[in-house]
């Protein structure tokens, strides 16, 4: 099974597919953990993208596509993987394209989650209560919802356009959400 998820900050992304890639015994592989790591152990690569991160910004292109590279690469993705918050721009589309095709592989569903922006906004609010993280605040916040529209959201139209998404309503609590996301991919034949 190999998956993306898809949808703006505060969706559900990371939550979900924490726990799907649990359920299907396939790699969890969050670009945005993976940059948080790294700034945490102060990395070359996290040096690199932390002003991005605090900014709300995307971490350039170049940065991001070699790590996802590098980590497709490792042996535990054979069997399948699910991407969490990559890719986000056009040149990250291209360039999944390009890796998977070197891989011989291909994606079988885009998992998106719809959330309407106030409620992503006042989840991102109650993490930043514990999270610690320096762009879980309200400015930073509503910035990330700006990046998303502009660069990100664009791009479902070309997984649609490929027949791959699988649209669920990412409302209501977190077991509900994960049910939904099961239930679509099950009717779309995609488990
Ligand atoms: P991410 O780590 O991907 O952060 P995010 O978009 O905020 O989503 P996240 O997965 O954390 O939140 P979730 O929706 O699960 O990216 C952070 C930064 O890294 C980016 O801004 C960028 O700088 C950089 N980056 C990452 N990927 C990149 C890429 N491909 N290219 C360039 N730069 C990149 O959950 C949010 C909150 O909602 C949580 O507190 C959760 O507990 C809560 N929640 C989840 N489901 C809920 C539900 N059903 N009900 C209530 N609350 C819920």
Not at 5 to 23: C, D, I, N, V, Y
Not at 51 to 58: C, H, I, L
Not at 138 to 148: A, G, K, S, T
């Amino acid at each position: 099974m190999r998956l993306l998820f898809m949808g703006p900050p505060g969706a559900g992304k990371g939550t979900q597919a924490m726990r799907l890639s649990a359920e299907l015994g396939v790699p969890q592989i969050s670009t945005g953990d993976i940059f948080r790591h790294n700034v945490a152990e102060q990395t070359e690569l996290g040096q690199a993208a932390q002003r991005f991160m605090d900014a709300g910004e995307y971490v350039p292109d170049e940065v991001t596509n070699e790590m996802v590279r590098a980590r497709l690469a490792e042996e535990d993705t054979r069997q399948g993987f699910l991407l969490d918050g990559y890719p986000r721009t056009v040149d990250q589309v291209q360039t999944l394209d390009e890796i998977l095709a070197e891989l011989d592989q291909e994606l079988d569903a885009v998992v998106v989650l719809s959330v309407d922006s106030e409620e992503l906004i006042a989840r991102l609010l109650k993490r930043a209560e514990t999270s610690g993280r320096n762009d879980d605040n309200e400015d930073v916040i509503r910035h990330r919802q700006e990046v998303f529209k502009a660069q990100t959201a664009p791009l479902l139209q070309t997984y649609e356009q490929r027949g791959i998404v699988v649209e669920v309503d990412g409302l209501g609590d977190v077991d509900e959400v994960a049910e939904r996301i099961v239930g679509a991919l099950a009717a779309a034949d995609k488990s």
